[in-house]
């Protein structure tokens, strides 16, 4: 069965930094497309970014380049998600997905196994 689970979240200050973990099981990066995801309370789920984890190229959402960066060690079937320099408007759950497809795209109907998600929160 191929799953993705999150974990890193948390609460953090503003200005802080985040590593966000995204292990695969049931099936071995290099083969599929990885996205992540947030949405904000009260707004729809934007794409981050996609690594296609066959080669290690990532593609993000224009609004989301400079602060976040997404890479992935296949070795330890995880994707990584960095958030840098964070705000308070960056408070969200975030998400990993699989595309089942090494091709990437950044529209979340191309995916279609999800984590639970993370939670992180931006405030003083």
């Known amino acids: 069965q191929l799953q993705v689970v999150e974990s ?4 953090v200050q503003p200005g802080g930094s985040l ?3 995204c292990v695969a099981s049931g099936f071995s990066l290099g083969y599929f497309a990885i996205g992540w995801f947030l949405q904000a309370p ?3 789920r934007e794409a981050i970014a996609c690594i296609s984890t066959s080669d290690g ?3 993000y959402t224009d609004s989301m380049k400079g602060r976040f960066t997404a890479s992935s060690d296949n070795a330890k079937n995880t994707v990584y998600l960095q958030l840098d320099r964070l705000k ?4 969200a759950v975030y998400y990993c997905a699989i595309r089942t497809n090494y091709v990437c ?8 196994y999800w984590g639970q998600g993370a939670q992180v929160t931006v405030s003083t």
């Open 8 to 11: 890193g979240g948390g609460s």
């Open 19 to 21: 590593r966000l973990s």
């Open 42 to 44: 009260g707004k729809e």
């Open 57 to 59: 190229e990532v593609y």
């Open 88 to 91: 308070p408007e960056d408070t």
């Open 105 to 112: 795209r950044l529209d979340e109907y191309e995916y279609s």
